[in-house]
């Protein structure tokens, strides 16, 4: 790699952020196409968000993704939010044309190309999302832009996705006929309806977590996706069973992608970028 001065930055901002692959990825992207740019991951504490956001002015930085925890907080700091922001209300890219920072969302996209390398036709699609927190709200975005017929929210706090109905109705016609909130323990009235589960909660991060409702439910006609990095419980489960699934990765790069298209103007390299962090799917 040749650094000289005119070498352009990007980065990324989370708290924490050392484990995060996008500087890996983004990397190989850029020296695959022979771009003159860098990625680097930048810790960001929460209190420092602010003048991280204001720094990409001064510095020069052209782009950043955004994540955990900064995604919604960054919102209020950026000149200019994208449609699908102002939906979402999450941010998880900043573009610095100049001065002028506009924020992004490329999580809904990501998921979206991820599910369809497994289940290309999403249309009337029935799907359970489990979550309503931020994931979830880009994840329902995605859905709705695809036009599935059926999009049931289960959550612990079944206020919350009433609330994500609520503020999608705004937006999207007949929204109250296709999304239906219910509470987790819901799921085993529906799930025979369902063609698409969808876990967006951190439940299953951890090997002894609780399962989210019982797997034995869960049968092969069921494509399965935990937007987790690694193989769940749930996973395991649709796998023995025989089901498609798809565990996190394939939305980390689509999301990544897409931001690169933003930053460069350019086709992102998906398969160098899968390739550099060792997936093939
Ligand atoms: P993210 O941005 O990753 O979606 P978030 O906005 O904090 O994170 O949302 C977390 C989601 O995981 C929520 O749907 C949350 O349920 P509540 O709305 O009831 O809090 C869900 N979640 C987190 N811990 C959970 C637990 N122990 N049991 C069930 N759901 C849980």
Redesign the pocket.
Known sequence: MKIDGQTRIYGIFGYPVKHSKSPTFQTAAFQHLGINAVYVPFEVNPEDLQKAVESLKILKISGVNIT?PH?ENVIQYVNEISEEVKIVK?ANTIKNIDGYLVAYNTDWYGFIEGLKEINPDLENKKVLVI??????RAVVYGLLKENVDKIYIA???VE?AIKLLNDYLEHFKIVDKIIKPIH?SEIPDIINDVDIIVN????GLNDEDFP?FDYNLINPKHTVVDIIYKETKLLKVAKEKGCKYQNGYPMLIYQGAKSFEIWTNQKAPIEIMKKSIGLHF
């Open positions: 955990i995604k999450a979550g309503a927190g931020g994931s979830s959550n612990r706090t919350k987790l967006t909660t951190s439940i989210l």
